[in-house]
């Protein structure tokens, strides 16, 4: 059984930083890229960070600068580092697995269920 589980989500006032994570289990994930997404109210869902089997990454440019995607696939695990938070930033997070090494275009195959960080001003 494929699943993703994010954790780490929570409250914090502008400027603050949180770590969020996501443990992956039934696959390996050293061989598939992997990334983060995340909706507010109203907005559509925003890729926001991926990071290839080989280490690359890319990131929007909403928060190019401030988060950082990592993996460590001893632990089946893909992090991200959000510093300089924003109100803006408020919003479900999601992480999502391709089963490709790279990021292409292309549809996520699976999904977690989604933590909550909220932004305060």
């Known amino acids: 059984q494929v699943q993703l589980v994010e954790s780490g989500g929570g409250s914090v006032q502008a400027g603050g930083s949180l770590r969020l994570s996501c443990a992956a289990s039934g696959f390996s994930t050293s061989n598939y890229c992997m990334g983060w997404f995340r909706q507010a109210p109203g907005k559509e869902r925003e890729g926001i960070a991926v990071i290839n089997s080989d280490g690359s990454t890319r990131y929007a440019d909403s928060v190019k600068g401030r988060f950082t995607i990592s993996r460590d696939n001893a632990k089946n695990t893909v992090y991200l580092q959000m510093n300089s938070l924003k109100p803006e930033d408020t919003a479900m997070y999601y992480c999502?697995?391709?089963?490709?090494?790279?990021?292409?275009?292309?549809?996520?195959?699976?999904w977690g269920q989604g933590t909550q960080v909220t932004v305060s001003s």
């Open positions: 999502a697995a391709r089963r490709f090494r790279y990021c292409g275009g292309g549809e996520y195959n699976y």
